[in-house]
């Protein structure tokens, strides 16, 4: 350790700063890592779902203890949106919860933006810096599209490094571990941001290996948004923490730069019939439909507009759930789509993440089971909690919300 970092140790910064440092060392020696490594931000899952009492009741000793973010720190979607939790029906443990979790992040110092796309809205990351981010979409937007350095922080990791401004360094903050290993040759259209995570999902499903890195061709028409679905479904079908996209990603500039004088192990092929073979793991419980989500991640400007226009002078006929962060609300009410999408009875959520609300609570309240979606890590991660996910493109998701049924 360095003699700064010594000193935390020795109480110089604190107790609470001590507590983390000694956490972190723990978590340093599990991964054989040599030395730490000051990183620019953290960024925290802490939302009370996954916090519960006794980790809102960590994050609040902390706070009491003294303990101060030494550098920038933002926070995840949380678990309420305060202004539709009657809308929802939530239990009120929730909010409670909830209340108790910002006021200690307040005290704390965090920067309470409430999103899983801070990159998209608020730091994006810059090439070569490390950094301590939780969210897995975040992460592997970061170490693949912005060329930054961080692993998957888990909430108590992004904590303390938020109170030390160091991690250990082991992981994708080593260039060794940031080479791609295997080699996806995209040749079909992806003509729909599903089919980006559709994607990200058969990758996923095939590597299912945090260390294993892969490399797309074929991805020249990508956009950011199609490039943040496919990271977030890559992480959450595969717990990949990196991509490369030859031409694309900064380094990856071609097949030589990525892959350096090694081969990859496997060569894989990805085309029309791949991407229907993903919509059809996720099959229909009838025709019939409880809940329409778009969320996870939270959808950027373009996303929302996209949206407002399909739902234009139209009524859906099932709950439809919405989830932005605080700036994208704020460019949606000020350039009218918040206002197009109440209208045809769209719920805009604000600051949240559906899988993240507790959803095991509105199933059993409203009985809501089968959820239609558009995005492939929700419905990944939502079966969990005793839905039936519908994984589709777009438009069948806006139609499956206007009808409240999906086409046959």
Same mark, same amino acid.
């Given at each position: 350790?360095?003699?700064?970092? +010594? ?16 956490? +972190? ?16 931000? &953290? %960024? /925290?899952?802490?939302? &009370? ?8 009741? /960590? ?24 202004? %539709? $939790? ?41 090439f070569g810096e490390h950094l301590a ?8 937007? #970061? ?13 108590? &990791? #992004?904590?303390?490094? @938020? ?20 080699? $996806?040759?995209?040749?079909?259209? /992806?003509?729909?941001? #599903?089919?980006? @995570?559709?994607? @990200? ?27 943040? %679905? ?15 996209? /030859?031409?694309?990603?900064?380094? #990856? ?34 025709? @019939? ?8 991640? +939270? ?70 089971r089968r959820l239609v979606t558009n ?18 493109p777009t438009a069948t998701c806006v +139609? ?9």
């Amino acid at each position: 350790m360095t003699a700064y970092e +010594q000193g935390l140790l020795d109480g110089a910064a604190g107790e609470a700063v001590r507590r983390a440092l000694v956490y +972190q060392l723990q978590v340093g020696e599990f991964f054989q890592a040599e030395d730490f490594v000051p990183v620019r931000s &953290a %960024h /925290l899952m802490a939302d &009370a779902e996954a916090l519960r009492d006794d980790g809102v009741a /960590l994050v609040e000793e902390l706070a009491e203890l003294g303990g101060r973010f030494c550098i920038p720190t933002t926070t995840n979607p949380r678990s309420v949106d305060l202004a %539709h $939790v009657l809308t929802l029906r939530q239990r009120p443990v929730w909010p409670a919860r909830e209340r108790r979790l910002i006021a200690a992040l307040g005290r704390l110092g965090a920067v309470q933006c409430h999103t899983c796309v801070n990159y998209q809205t608020l730091d994006p990351p810059l090439f070569g810096e490390h950094l301590a981010w939780g969210d897995t979409g975040a992460v592997i937007w #970061a170490n693949s599209m912005g060329g930054a350095r961080s692993n998957f922080e888990a909430g108590t &990791a #992004a904590l303390m490094a @938020g109170l030390t401004g160091r991690v250990p360094r082991y992981g994708y903050h080593l260039d060794a571990v940031r080479r791609p290993s295997v080699r $996806v040759e995209v040749t079909t259209p /992806l003509p729909d941001l #599903a089919d980006w @995570g559709a994607l @990200g999902c058969w990758a996923g499903r095939r590597i299912a290996d945090c260390w294993t890195v892969p490399a797309f061709s074929g991805l020249s028409e990508a956009t950011p948004d199609a490039l943040k %679905h496919l990271g977030a479904a890559l992480a959450s079908y595969g717990s990949c923490a990196m991509f490369h996209a /030859l031409g694309v990603t900064p380094e #990856a500039r071609d097949a030589a730069a990525a892959f350096g004088s090694a081969a990859p192990r496997a060569r894989w092929t990805f085309g029309a019939g791949e991407l229907a073979g993903v919509y059809q793991t996720f099959p229909p419980n009838g025709e @019939g439909v409880d809940l329409v989500v778009f969320s996870a991640p +939270q959808l950027s400007s373009f996303e929302l507009r996209d949206l407002a226009a399909r739902f234009e002078g139209r009524r859906v006929a099932r709950p439809t759930l919405v989830t932005v962060n605080q700036a994208v609300r704020a460019d949606a009410q000020a350039s009218g789509y918040a206002a197009s999408l109440e209208r045809a009875g769209v719920v805009l959520l604000t600051g949240v993440c559906y899988y993240i609300m507790a959803p095991q609570d509105f199933a059993a309240d409203h009985g809501w089971r089968r959820l239609v979606t558009n995005s492939a890590k929700l419905a990944n991660i939502i079966a969990g909690y005793g839905y039936h996910p519908v994984f589709r493109p777009t438009a069948t998701c806006v +139609q499956a919300a206007l009808t409240g049924a999906l086409p046959s």
